[in-house]
């Protein structure tokens, strides 16, 4: 898991060959004036998805990895709590192949959260159990799915 301040985002570029045209688009475009859904940057490898949340406690949060994809989450209209929990230390669950994701149960606390705000993002790799969407009141949010 990586937490940083968005104007730092081309730092990891190397990271993995599509983050560097992940960071330009969120570099080049009004975040908060995106319209919700998805967009296709580069076919099903790169994906951009605005969306907005409901609120919701940490109980609620579920713990959530995915194999196939990095996301790169940017809370844009408000202050989001994300949960993090390594996956080599959740138990065995099942796996969604067609929407490349693990869900665990409700109530099942991540071991640490991290506030990410405006102007800041999140990225969760496939061994990171992530909690996103803790928020009183929900916020808009554009997470980026990168194939990993």
């Known amino acids: 898991m990586i937490v940083d301040k968005l104007e730092n985002i081309k730092k990891y570029?190397?990271?993995?060959?599509?983050f560097e045209q992940a960071a330009e688009?969120?570099?080049?475009?009004?975040?908060?004036?995106?319209?919700l859904g998805k967009t296709e940057l580069k076919g099903k490898d790169l994906l951009v998805n605005v969306t907005q949340t409901k609120p919701k406690t940490k109980e609620q949060a579920k713990?959530?990895?995915h194999k196939d994809f990095i996301d790169?989450?940017?809370p844009v209209s408000g202050l989001e709590i994300m949960g993090y929990t390594p996956a080599?230390?959740?138990p065995a669950a099942t796996y969604?192949?067609?929407?490349d994701i693990t869900l665990?149960?409700?109530?099942?606390?991540?071991?640490?959260?991290?506030n990410v705000r405006p102007g800041m993002f999140a990225i969760f790799f496939p061994q990171?159990?992530?909690?996103?969407?803790?928020?009183?009141?929900?916020?808009?949010?554009?997470?980026?799915?990168?194939?990993?």
């Open 72 to 74: 790169i989450q940017i």
């Open 25 to 35: 688009f969120l570099l080049s475009h009004d975040l908060d004036s995106l319209e």
């Open 63 to 65: 713990l959530e990895t």
């Open 104 to 114: 665990w149960e409700e109530g099942r606390l991540a071991d640490s959260y991290v």
């Open 88 to 90: 080599a230390e959740l």
């Open 96 to 99: 969604n192949a067609e929407k």
């Open 128 to 148: 990171d159990g992530h909690a996103p969407g803790i928020t009183p009141d929900g916020v808009k949010k554009v997470i980026v799915k990168v194939k990993a």
């Open 13 to 18: 570029a190397a990271l993995n060959p599509l």
